[in-house]
């Protein structure tokens, strides 16, 4: 399907997957596998050039990752980055040593205009430097195509042998010529064309799963977010009616949620489909009765989703195949280079294992967000679902703190509802990357009218993130937070108070469980 790839060799670095990333942003399919990957299947895979990633060891450490010559003779051009670089260096006869002074953050580098992927660029520039080992000497063969004040080797090439290294690295945006140094690598040497693009990976992987499918009939899971929606919609225009999406109301969605994914998959909806709607709000919420502890509610949503599926799974009856809408981004966390077991749903945690389907179909596998989201636009999917901020699998259940029930669930609905309201209205969507109400179980006094009132807190939670592992409680305006407030204790019923929640990440989570 895919013509050209580059191959990246995950040392262990924190910033591994941003250079494949970086790299499809030229254009290029690219793959990430584990640093044991053998040289006979790098030969195999054919990849048009390789990236050996940073990681936190030293490769004069023998317990640390090492390549043999081999992969260095294999024809294939290789650029080394941060560790990339120095074990590109020791392997082929170089030395590297702890450097006598660490960089670490925005650093100026000069650059040789002779450096085969410098040409077009100035001679000097920042770039993002974290290293406490640097290359003392360069092996034979190589010249030094750039240096800082305290490092003599920041970059090294033997453009005959197509083997280039960096000390810096270009993948992390503050390195200002990074995109270009990478397009310059995977355009010159590589001689890729830029093949990557997402109206034809539409195409061929609506080709593929026709051919894969035939005249089966298929499954999916659908929550209404932007995976399982993009996976299914790629799905239903390759097989159509041969799919059926099983989408599950388990009473803790947003407010008006499900009728909205109804309408867009549903009978009324663009798509040619067979698509159920179970409206399990009930059978939840009995289930919840009563518990309090955060991991345990997790649990029960967890398990009765997949009851629930099972069962509808088994009044569809002979399935052969079940979509999953796994990104490359679970690939990559689940364990890179592992086939597909029925992995754990990475939405509502675990999928029934009962059910005997003849293989997992998981169309987006390649795909990074923000790939996923281009395909959702491409194949017609509305913005608001394309774009729409993440949401847990549990949800509500994680933003009400102690029990559920129906009346807390429809007073942190309409909360949540107004706050999304104003935060479009204040044109702030884009800015945010989540925010939501959550109900604390706190009940505390106040007046309204001329009455005393006990009632519930409502806490409003924003943050802004790059990826939700670390995250800044969001600076929002306070005439925002004081429309919002007035809004949630005058139209929501039980709610006197409304908190906002200051918390960075760590030391909260993003979720309050
Ligand atoms: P935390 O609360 O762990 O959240 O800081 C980080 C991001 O993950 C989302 N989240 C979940 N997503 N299933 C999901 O699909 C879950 O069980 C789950 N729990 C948290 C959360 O909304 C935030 O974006």
């Known amino acids: 399907m895919v013509n050209e790839m580059i191959m990246v060799i995950d040392f262990g670095g924190q910033y591994n997957q941003l250079i494949a990333r970086r790299v499809r942003e030229c254009g290029v399919y690219c793959q990430i596998h584990p640093y044991t990957i053998s040289v006979e299947k790098i030969r195999e ?3 048009k050039g390789i990236i050996l990633t940073g990681g936190p060891n030293s490769v004069y450490d023998e317990k640390s990752p090492h390549a ?12 080394g980055i941060c560790y990339g670089a120095q074990l590109m260096a020791h392997t082929l006869g170089g030395k590297v040593a702890t450097a006598p002074t660490s960089e670490y953050g925005k650093t100026l580098v000069k650059l040789k205009a002779d450096g085969a992927l410098f040409r077009v660029l100035p001679s000097e520039a920042v770039c993002w430097m974290s290293h406490t080992d640097y290359i ?33 690295h270009p993948e992390v945006t503050h390195s200002v010529y990074g995109r270009d140094m990478l397009k310059s ?25 026709k051919e894969k499918v035939g005249d089966g009939k298929a499954l999916c899971a659908l929550s209404g977010g932007v995976d399982s929606s993009v996976a299914a919609v790629l799905m239903s225009k390759a097989i159509g ?46 289930k919840l009765a009563g518990v309090i502890e955060p991991e345990e509610k997790r649990k029960i949503i967890g398990e009765e989703f997949i009851r629930v599926f099972e069962e509808e799974a088994k009044k569809i009856g002979a399935v052969d195949f079940l979509v999953q809408g796994t990104i490359y981004a679970d690939v990559i966390e689940s364990g890179l280079g592992q086939s597909a077991v029925i992995k754990s749903h990475h939405n ?27 395909v959702g636009l491409e194949l017609g999917l509305p913005e608001h679902l394309v774009f729409r901020q993440p949401f847990p699998g549990p949800g509500l259940g994680v933003r009400i703190i102690g029990e559920v029930n129906a009346d807390k669930v429809k007073i942190v609905q309409d909360a949540d509802h107004i706050f999304r309201e104003e935060v479009k209205n204040w044109g702030l969507e884009g800015e945010i990357n989540q925010y939501f109400a959550a ?25 802004t993130t790059e990826d939700f592992m670390t995250a800044e409680s969001a600076k929002l305006p306070w005439d925002l937070i004081e429309k919002v407030t007035t809004r949630i204790v005058n139209e929501v019923d039980h709610v006197n108070r409304v908190l906002y929640d200051c918390t960075g990440k760590p030391p909260g989570t993003v979720e309050f469980e």
């Open 45 to 47: 895979m054919a990849p």
């Open 185 to 209: 690598f995977v355009y010159g040497p590589c001689g890729c064309r830029g093949s990557w693009k997402m109206d034809s990976f539409v195409r061929e992987a609506i080709d593929g799963i």
């Open 136 to 168: 003392e000497d360069v092996p034979v063969g190589f010249k030094i195509t750039g240096s800082t004040d305290v490092c003599p080797v920041a970059a090294m090439e033997n453009d005959a042998e197509k083997l280039y290294a960096f000390q810096f």
């Open 439 to 463: 109900l604390t179980n706190m009940k505390s006094v106040g007046v309204m009218g001329d009455f005393r009132t006990y009632d519930y807190a409502i806490a409003l939670r924003a943050v």
């Open 241 to 286: 009616k041969q799919l059926t999406c099983v989408f599950v109301d388990h009473g803790l969605l947003r407010k008006n949620e499900a009728d909205e994914v109804e309408a867009i998959f549903g009978e009324a909806g663009n798509y040619d489909l067979n698509f159920v709607r179970v409206n399990a709000q009930e059978r939840f919420y009995k």
């Open 68 to 79: 043999g010559k081999e992969l260095f003779q294999l024809g294939i051009p290789i650029l």
């Open 348 to 374: 509502v945690g675990g999928l029934p294992d009962y059910v005997d389907f003849k293989e997992i179909i998981e169309p987006l596998r390649d795909l990074f967000k923000d790939e996923v989201r281009k």
